[in-house]
Nanobody
Framework: QVQLVEFGGGLVQVGGSLRLSCAAR????????MGWYRQTPGKQRELVAR???????NYADSVKGRFIISREYDKNTVYLQMNSLKPEDTAVYYC?????????WGQGTQVTVSS
């Protein structure tokens, strides 16, 4: 079983910063990619940032230049540093892990940006 445990959500003012972390625990033999998605009520879950095993990254256009994804391979942990936060960044953020063809999701953590 694989479990993703997320930390770091909360309430922040416009222009502020938050750091999300996600630790993968359990029987993990190989991780292909880890990433962060977000979802707001009535909308589909969308990619925020993704980091593949070789270190290549992808970002949503809306967060480029403001968010940074990183990973600690020996701890199976992925981070999302969010800077210059905007009200439109308000959402539930989910960690995602891809391993050997299987996808796992975290429980989600709320990020609220107040104006």
């Amino acid at each position: 079983q694989v479990q993703l445990v997320e930390f770091g959500g909360g309430l922040v003012q416009v222009g502020g910063s938050l750091r999300l972390s996600c630790a993968a625990r359990g029987s993990i033999f190989s991780i292909n990619a880890m990433g962060w998605y977000r979802q707001t009520p009535g909308k589909q879950r969308e990619l925020v940032a993704r980091i593949a095993n070789g270190g290549s990254t992808n970002y949503a256009d809306s967060v480029k230049g403001r968010f940074i994804i990183s990973r600690e391979y020996d701890k199976n942990t992925v981070y999302l540093q969010m800077n210059s936060l905007k009200p439109e960044d308000t959402a539930v953020y989910y960690c995602r892990l891809l391993t050997l063809g299987y996808v796992y999701w975290g429980q989600g953590t709320q990020v609220t940006v107040s104006s």
